[in-house]
C-alpha cells in the first residue's frame, strides 16, 4: 500500500473524516501519531487484524457479543476508536499518543496472533490513512449488515431520539410516544446507505478479503454463521463452539413504536401491491 499518496486525493475520495475522528485529533494535536519502534513493528507484522464493519443498528453489536462469547478475539459491544471512548480512556491512563493508545488495545485483545474491533466506515478510512494498519500480516473486514434497511432506519430513528442505543442503556427521562418524522427517518436511511457503500468502496480500493453478514441470517441461524466467520478468520478451532443466546446481554428493543413508525412510512412511499386495474 503506497500511504504516501493517500494525503494527495480528494477528500471525497478518501473519505476518512467523521466528527469522533476530528475529536481526536484535536485532543493529540501533533501528539497524534509517533514512529514504530522496531520490536513494534515486529509484534504487529505477525499479527492479523479483522474489523466488523458496520451501519448504526446493524446487529454489529449483537455479532460482537457472540463472536467473543465463543473465542474470536474481538471486545463485545465497545467501540474503541469513537472519541468519547478514546479520550477518556487515554487521559485516565496518560496515554501521550493515539499511536500508543492502538498499541495497547491491539496488545490487551490479542489472541492466538488475531485481533478485531468494531469499527465504522470513516473510521476505517482515516485509521488506514495513519499508516497503523500497514504493519500488520493481514487486514480483513467483515461487513455487518441487514436485509430489511427500511426497519433498520426506524430503529436507528428511535434511538436518536430515546438516547438508547442498545437494551442495557436507560432512555431519555420522560419519554412519551415517539414522534413520526418523514425526513428524520430518511435521514437515517440515507446514512445507512451511505456507510454501507463506503465499507465496500474501502475494500474495493485495498482489495482487503470481506465477508458478509446479515443480522437476520445471524438470529435465524448463529452457529452457520460463526462457522462462516471462523472459515473466513482461520479459526477452524470456533468453528463449532456451542452458542448460549441466554448469556447474550444485548435483546431486541422492537416494540409498539417500531411498528407504528413503519406503518406511517409505508402508507407515505411504498407502491400498492395490488393497483386496481
Same mark, same amino acid.
Given at each position: 500500500?503506497?500511504?504516501?499518496? *493517500?494525503?494527495? *486525493?480528494?477528500?471525497?475520495? /478518501?473519505?476518512?473524516?467523521?466528527?469522533?475522528?476530528?475529536?481526536?485529533?484535536?485532543?493529540?494535536?501533533?501528539?497524534?501519531?509517533?514512529?514504530?519502534?522496531?520490536?513494534?513493528?515486529?509484534?504487529?507484522?505477525?499479527?492479523?487484524?479483522?474489523?466488523?464493519?458496520?451501519?448504526?443498528?446493524?446487529?454489529?453489536?449483537?455479532?460482537t457479543e457472540i463472536m467473543h462469547q465463543v473465542g474470536f478475539s474481538i471486545p463485545p459491544r465497545a467501540e474503541i476508536f469513537n472519541s468519547d471512548w478514546v479520550i477518556p480512556s487515554c487521559k485516565k491512563n496518560d496515554i501521550?499518543?493515539?499511536?500508543?493508545?492502538?498499541?495497547? #488495545?491491539?496488545?490487551?485483545?490479542? +489472541?492466538?496472533?488475531?485481533?478485531?474491533?468494531?469499527?465504522?466506515?470513516?473510521?476505517?478510512?482515516?485509521?488506514?490513512?495513519?499508516?497503523?494498519?500497514?504493519?500488520?500480516?493481514?487486514? +480483513?473486514?467483515?461487513?455487518?449488515?441487514?436485509?430489511?434497511?427500511?426497519?433498520? &432506519?426506524?430503529?436507528?430513528? #428511535?434511538?436518536?431520539?430515546?438516547?438508547?442505543?442498545?437494551?442495557?442503556?436507560? +432512555?431519555?427521562?420522560?419519554?412519551? %410516544?415517539? %414522534? /413520526?418524522?418523514?425526513? @428524520?427517518?430518511?435521514?437515517?436511511?440515507?446514512?445507512?446507505? @451511505?456507510?454501507?457503500? !463506503?465499507?465496500?468502496?474501502?475494500?474495493?480500493?485495498?482489495?482487503?478479503?470481506?465477508?458478509?453478514?446479515? /443480522?437476520? @441470517?445471524?438470529?435465524? @441461524?448463529?452457529?452457520?454463521?460463526?462457522?462462516? *466467520?471462523?472459515?473466513? !478468520?482461520?479459526?477452524?478451532?470456533? &468453528?463449532?463452539?456451542? #452458542?448460549? !443466546?441466554? &448469556?447474550?446481554?444485548?435483546?431486541?428493543?422492537?416494540?409498539?413504536?417500531?411498528?407504528? !413508525?413503519?406503518?406511517c412510512f409505508r402508507q407515505e412511499f411504498f407502491t400498492n401491491e395490488n393497483p386496481m386495474a
Open positions: 500500500m503506497q500511504l504516501d499518496i *493517500l494525503p494527495a *486525493l480528494e477528500k471525497g475520495l /478518501y473519505p476518512s473524516q467523521s466528527d469522533h475522528q476530528k475529536d481526536i485529533e484535536r485532543y493529540f494535536g501533533r501528539s497524534l501519531l509517533r514512529e514504530l519502534s522496531p520490536p513494534e513493528l515486529r509484534r504487529l507484522g505477525r499479527l492479523d487484524i479483522f474489523f466488523v464493519a458496520f451501519s448504526n443498528r446493524s446487529g454489529s453489536t449483537f455479532l501521550p499518543s493515539f499511536t500508543r493508545y492502538f498499541l495497547r #488495545i491491539i496488545s490487551g485483545w490479542n +489472541k492466538n496472533q488475531q485481533v478485531g474491533f468494531k469499527i465504522g466506515a470513516r473510521q476505517l478510512f482515516w485509521l488506514t490513512r495513519t499508516g497503523l494498519l500497514s504493519h500488520f500480516r493481514s487486514v +480483513k473486514v467483515i461487513h455487518s449488515k441487514r436485509q430489511d434497511r427500511i426497519s433498520q &432506519a426506524i430503529s436507528f430513528y #428511535i434511538a436518536t431520539q430515546t438516547g438508547q442505543w442498545h437494551s442495557n442503556m436507560e +432512555k431519555k427521562d420522560d419519554m412519551g %410516544p415517539i %414522534p /413520526y418524522s418523514r425526513d @428524520d427517518i430518511l435521514r437515517c436511511l440515507y446514512t445507512i446507505h @451511505d456507510g454501507q457503500q !463506503l465499507v465496500d468502496y474501502y475494500t474495493d480500493i485495498h482489495n482487503t478479503p470481506t465477508i458478509s453478514v446479515d /443480522y437476520e @441470517d445471524t438470529l435465524a @441461524d448463529p452457529g452457520r454463521e460463526i462457522s462462516r *466467520l471462523a472459515s473466513f !478468520l482461520g479459526s477452524p478451532e470456533l &468453528a463449532d463452539v456451542s #452458542i448460549d !443466546l441466554e &448469556a447474550v446481554n444485548i435483546k431486541q428493543q422492537r416494540n409498539e413504536d417500531n411498528e407504528r !413508525l413503519l406503518n
